[in-house]
C-alpha cells in the first residue's frame, strides 16, 4: 500500500524560509507525478506545485512562483518543497500528492495517493 508523509510544517515569520518533505513508502517512487496541495484555514484546497515522475519539469500556481521549489529525491524517495520569503497568506495545511504517470497535474482529484498533511503558520 503507497504512503505519503508529509512533515517539516512549523509556525514561522514572514519572511523566513521552510522545507516541507513528502517520504513516500510502499510503491516506485520514481513513477510518481506529484504535486503539493494547501487548504488555508476555512478555504478551499488549492493548487500549490507539481512535478514530473523525472523531476525535468514543475509547474507553479501564481501566487507562489519564485519563493517555491519543488524537487524529487529519487535515491531518498522523498520529494521537498522548498518554500522562501513566506506570507502570512501562506498559512494552511500542505499536502502532498502522487499518481503513476509522467504529467503535471493541477487537480487535486487527478492524484491517486495524498498524504496527511502538515501546518504551515506565518505570522506577521
Known amino acids: 500500500q503507497v504512503q505519503l508523509v508529509e512533515s517539516g510544517g512549523r509556525p514561522v515569520q514572514a519572511g523566513d524560509s521552510l522545507r516541507l518533505s513528502c517520504a513516500t513508502s510502499?510503491?516506485?517512487?520514481?513513477?510518481?507525478?506529484m504535486g503539493w496541495f494547501r487548504q488555508p484555514p476555512g478555504k478551499e484546497r488549492e493548487f500549490v506545485a507539481a512535478i514530473t515522475r523525472s523531476g525535468d519539469k514543475t509547474f507553479y500556481a501564481d501566487s507562489v512562483k519564485g519563493r517555491f521549489a519543488f524537487s524529487k529525491d529519487n535515491a531518498r524517495n522523498t520529494a521537498y518543497l522548498q518554500m522562501n520569503n513566506l506570507q502570512v497568506e501562506d498559512t494552511a495545511v500542505y499536502y502532498c500528492?502522487?499518481?503513476?504517470?509522467?504529467?503535471?497535474?493541477?487537480?487535486?482529484?487527478?492524484?491517486?495517493?495524498w498524504g496527511q498533511g502538515t501546518q504551515v503558520t506565518v505570522s506577521s
Open positions: 510502499g510503491g516506485t517512487f520514481s513513477s510518481y507525478a
Open positions: 500528492s502522487a499518481r503513476v504517470a509522467n504529467a503535471l497535474g493541477i487537480s487535486w482529484d487527478w492524484y491517486d495517493y
